[in-house]
């Protein structure tokens, strides 16, 4: 089937499935931005809220950023695998980082559940309030990428659409660095 | 696709997993501005190694790099027009009444009941050796330190009425050092004011209401401490 879309742009030499990905990726530094710099200015202002961010574990926080370094690490070697034309060797890379993805979210609602339980919910302070959106919104994001990339590894897996193996990864990969700053805001400064 | 890059992307992960070693590691030392380096400024450095490498940019036209960093730029804008007003509870002529409070309580605003009566800063900064332990102990009501962290704020140090808040009020706030300002008033009322706020004995209403920090018992501390601060 031919298909109405243009592959590169003149103006800036990007193919326009990556460049498009680049500007998604321009929105969602304001979206995390804009809460992660209001999170900041709020616990410079709020010496006691350093109470509340000793009660998170930094050992799960760090297992989590290994996952996800992991998965980082796997999504770049089937990018790698796609651009030597290689559909099955990238599916199987992708579905890896769909694991690690998968794994990420598991070890995350536990944390929540036991962290609920001890009555740290979201209306418990200011403190909780930001842990919770961030690292929310953050899940969401994990959660959307799988889900993108079960579709992308179905079609790399007949060898379609290889080009689109890179473009969930550089997703992916921001999705990892969104996480590399939420691990010590919410985790290792205490 | 048609121009291929492939850093040693072993090497990468490996030197990443290092780095986020070394974050963990960073708060066992002891040393704050150390501990700030290993968990902010490993976390650029990962950062950047994950962007430049993993994401490719190093190797990206120049204008996708542009995109990025005005998007950034936008983040930076909001945070320097932001923050001053928000790292700070007073200014030249206003005050931040409810975060004063909620510093004061050592817990924000919403959550009134079991709320401890901590000491704000130095509570917190003490409370950081004991990483996992349960919420401090409340220590006991000072009503020399409530007034020297939250009423100070306007009624100054001293008690004169000359604290940071003060310069934006008019009528002024009270000072407790003047005896003019003792004529008239009897505890029951000044517990009255510190409890339902200014407005709820007749003087000014930019006096806030504090009964959420402050039961009767305290108030009544209040009180006697400001009787002290007539002879000075």
Known sequence: ?190 | MSEQHHPDYKKIYVALVILLAISVAGPHVGLKWLTLITAFGVALVKANLVVENFMHLKWEKVVAKWVLGVALVLMGLFFAGVAPDVMEHTGDRWVNNAAIAAVARGIPDEEEEGAPESGGAEQAAASTETAAAPAPAAPAFSPETQFKQVCSACHGMEGKGDGPGAAGLDPKPANFTDPAFWADKDDATLVKAIREGGASVGKSSAMPAWGSLYNEEQAKQLVAYLHTLKGS
């Not at chain 1, 530094?29 to 109470?51: C, D, K, N, Q, T």
């Not at chain 1, 999504?75 to 998968?102: N, P, S, W």
């Not at chain 1, 959660?143 to 079609?155: E, L």
């Open chain 1, 1 to 190: 089937m031919q298909k109405p879309i243009a592959t590169t742009r003149s103006a800036t030499g990007i193919p326009t499935g990556r460049l498009a990905v680049w500007w998604v990726l321009a929105s969602e530094i304001v979206i995390f931005g804009g809460l992660l710099a209001s999170y900041v200015m709020h616990r410079i202002g709020h010496p006691e809220w350093a109470v509340a961010a000793s009660h998170t574990n930094t050992w799960i926080g760090a297992t989590n950023t290994f996952v996800l370094l992991t998965s980082s690490f796997t999504a770049v070697l089937a990018h790698q695998a796609a651009e030597h034309g290689d559909g099955r060797t990238a599916a199987k890379y992708l579905f890896m980082t769909i694991g690690g993805a998968c794994t990420f979210i598991l070890i995350k609602s536990l944390e929540w559940t036991h962290e609920i339980r001890e009555g740290f919910v979201i209306q418990a302070n200011g403190f909780w309030s930001f842990y919770y959106t961030a690292a929310g919104l953050h899940a969401l994001h994990v959660i959307a990428g799988a889900i993108v990339m079960a579709f992308v590894a179905r079609d790399a897996m007949k060898g379609r659409e290889l080009h689109r193996v890179e473009l969930v990864g550089i997703y992916w990969h921001f999705v990892d660095v969104i996480w590399i700053f939420l691990f010590p805001l919410l985790y290792i400064a205490k």
